[in-house]
C-alpha cells in the first residue's frame, strides 16, 4: 500500500483554532496529530475544528488521537467539532462508538 504523506495545516484566532489534516494517519503519523492536537485540545474557551475532507486513512491509533483530544475537553467542558468527515473515516468513528461523543459539523 502507498502511504500518502501525513500533514496538519493550522489556521488560529482569537476565538476558533482550525486543523486540516491531510493523508493518512495512522501509528507512524499519530504522534504528529497528538503533538499539535492535545495541547490545543486544553485551551479553554477556544473552539476547536479538526477537518478531515482530505483524511484518506485513519487506523485505531490515530482514533486514539481523538479520542484522548475528547477525553481533554471534556474536562473543560468545551467540544471538539469535526468537519467534512468522508464516509470511510465516519464509519471508523460508527463502529468504534466514538461518534456518539464527537460534534460533527
Known amino acids: 500500500m ?15 483554532v482550525c486543523l486540516y489534516l491531510h493523508g493518512d494517519l495512522d501509528l507512524a503519523t499519530a504522534p504528529q496529530l497528538r503533538e499539535v492536537l492535545l495541547p490545543l485540545a ?19 491509533t490515530g482514533l486514539g488521537v481523538f479520542v484522548a483530544a475528547l477525553k481533554l475537553r471534556k474536562a473543560i467542558n ?23 461523543y464527537l460534534t460533527i459539523a
Not at 83 to 96: A, M
Request: proline residues 4%; hydrophobic residues 35%.
Open 78 to 100: 468545551e467540544e471538539i467539532f469535526i468537519e467534512e468527515v468522508p464516509d470511510k473515516i465516519q464509519r471508523i468513528f460508527q463502529i468504534s462508538g466514538v461518534a456518539q
Open 2 to 16: 502507498n502511504q500518502l504523506p501525513f500533514v496538519v495545516e493550522t489556521e488560529e484566532n482569537d476565538k476558533v
Open 42 to 60: 486544553e485551551k479553554e474557551k477556544k473552539e476547536v475544528r479538526v477537518n478531515l475532507k482530505d483524511l484518506h486513512y485513519m487506523d485505531s
